[in-house]
């Protein structure tokens, strides 16, 4: 069973940054092409941005030229570095696969309001 424990959220004010990560179970991203994901209340939830190795990056439209996907295959970690947020961008925050789908991990709230 693979876990996904994401972490980093928190209250910001419009134009702020903030660095979530993604613990996952040992050897995940190796194998898998991840991806972060939002869900904001009353929406479904939607793709934020992916990654399937270096140079290999998606990005939404929503958050192309803020956001920065990575990871760190060592620490089994998937990172979301996002800037310049936007109250559009409140959500909870989670990572799973790009193309395979494990159990959902917590997710964490980030909230953009001033």
């Known amino acids: 069973q693979v876990q996904l424990v994401e972490s980093g959220g928190g209250l910001v004010q419009p134009g702020g940054s903030l660095s979530l990560s993604c613990k996952t179970s040992?050897?995940?991203?190796?194998?898998?092409?991840m991806a972060w994901y939002r869900q904001a209340p009353g929406k479904q939830r939607e793709l934020v941005a992916s990654?399937?190795?270096?140079?290999?990056?998606y990005y939404a439209d929503s958050v192309k030229g803020r956001a920065t996907i990575s990871r760190d295959v060592a620490k089994d970690t998937v990172y979301l570095q996002m800037n310049n947020l936007k109250p559009e961008d409140t959500a909870v925050y989670y990572c799973?696969?790009?193309?395979?789908?494990?159990?959902w991990g917590p997710g964490t709230q980030v909230t953009v309001s001033s």
């Open positions: 040992q050897g995940v991203i190796t194998l898998y092409k």
């Open positions: 799973n696969g790009a193309l395979t789908l494990w159990p």
């Open positions: 990654i399937n190795g270096p140079f290999a990056e």
